[in-house]
């Protein structure tokens, strides 16, 4: 049997993937007959013969590959003269390894597992009539107020429509952030609701997260969030010096960022250079350094040393020179 497990929502993907261990028998006996393959290096003729192994005193053979359909993915070419010559060995690496598992035995249960793949993917479409295919994207809005809901109810407890809204608007879509954060407050609360002020008091990855949603609306000249994310953390005694820093911080990642991509660098080299653990991180600094000339994020950091300035000499207080900071940085796009 062959699967197929992709998205950025890894969380819900290992959720499934280790449903479907549960699901194939005695656990210590599928743990002796568990191998996980790098499909990053990953050679055709070793993925065949792992597929035709048979499985020792058990009945099934599972077998996980990450990142063999990454391999495939369509990339922009530079010119059409590069893309001639890559294209015939691409296109015969995908089928050799749609070859190799072409003929899986009834004992073995191959896994594809991979982050966010298009459509296109060529090994995918080639794949796709045989397997049982499971997308996971990241979860958003209602989807991901939805998701929440139910965490908490698996973990026992209830929460408040405003603390819903203040717990998904500080955390986000990071599933693996989410669930400890509701595990912890789901174990404070006990057996009352979940209440705004449980969150404001106990989420720390929380309000970690609420620095970046502040530092996300103001890079995206979005004045009235940005406002609001700064008056929320000022609020809960995040030290405006703490914020300035945060704020210096991903603009020089920005700059960073864009530097690396100028110079033909990968994602993968951009995500270790930058130090970044989770890929839709790594998108979103893409996605914002892609909306900045260099010139611009200069001026955005002369702006953020002025404002330090400002601090450290006396001229204004930290809340002060935060707030004529956020409304300046926002007015940019006009300008």
């Known amino acids: 049997m062959l699967y197929i497990m992709t998205g950025q929502d890894d969380f819900s993907l290992g959720q499934s993937l280790e449903k479907l261990r549960a699901a194939l028998g005695d656990a210590s006996l599928l743990e002796a007959n568990t191998i996980t393959l790098n499909g990053h290096k990953l050679l055709p003729d070793e993925l065949r013969i792992a597929c035709q192994t048979l499985p020792f005193l058990a009945k099934k053979r599972l077998i ?4 063999l359909l990454g391999r495939f993915e369509p990339r922009a070419q530079p010119n059409k003269r590069k893309k001639t010559l890559r294209t015939p060995k691409r296109q015969d690496s995908y089928r050799t390894f749609a070859t190799s598992i072409s003929t899986l ?3 073995t249960i191959l896994v594809l597992i991979d982050g966010k793949i298009k459509s296109s993917n060529p090994l ?12 996971f994207p ?3 809005n209602d989807s991901l107020r939805q998701w929440v809901k139910r965490r908490v109810t698996e973990e026992s407890g209830s929460i408040s429509p405003q603390a819903l809204k203040l717990l998904v608007r500080l955390v986000g ?4 952030i989410m669930a400890s954060e509701i ?3 789901a174990l404070f609360a006990g057996d009352r609701q979940i209440e705004v002020d449980d969150i404001k008091s106990l989420t720390s990855h929380a309000q970690q997260a609420s620095v970046f949603t502040m530092i996300d609306a103001i890079l995206e000249f979005r004045i009235g969030p940005a406002e609001q994310a700064l008056q929320e953390l000022l609020q809960i005694g995040m030290a405006p010096a703490y914020l300035l820093f945060m704020l210096s911080r991903q603009v020089r990642q920005l700059v960073l960022a864009k530097e690396l991509r100028k110079t033909g660098q990968s ?3 951009i995500q270790e250079r930058l ?3 989770y890929e839709f991180v790594l998108h979103k600094t893409l996605e914002q350094a892609g909306g900045f000339s260099l010139g611009r994020l200069e001026d955005l950091y002369q702006k953020l040393l002025k404002a330090d300035l400002a601090i450290k000499t006396g001229k204004y207080g930290g809340e002060l020179a935060l707030n004529i900071l956020v409304v300046e940085l926002c007015q940019q796009r006009g300008r």
Do not use: C, H, M
């Not at 995918?124 to 997308?135: D, G, M, N, Q, T």
């Open 64 to 67: 996980i590959v990450d990142g």
């Open 105 to 107: 035995p009834d004992s």
């Open 124 to 135: 995918l479409k080639v794949l796709s009539p045989r397997a049982e295919i499971k997308f």
């Open 138 to 140: 990241l979860l958003k």
């Open 173 to 176: 879509g990071n599933l693996w």
């Open 183 to 185: 595990r912890k407050l």
């Open 267 to 269: 994602n993968e080299k």
């Open 275 to 277: 130090g970044i653990t």
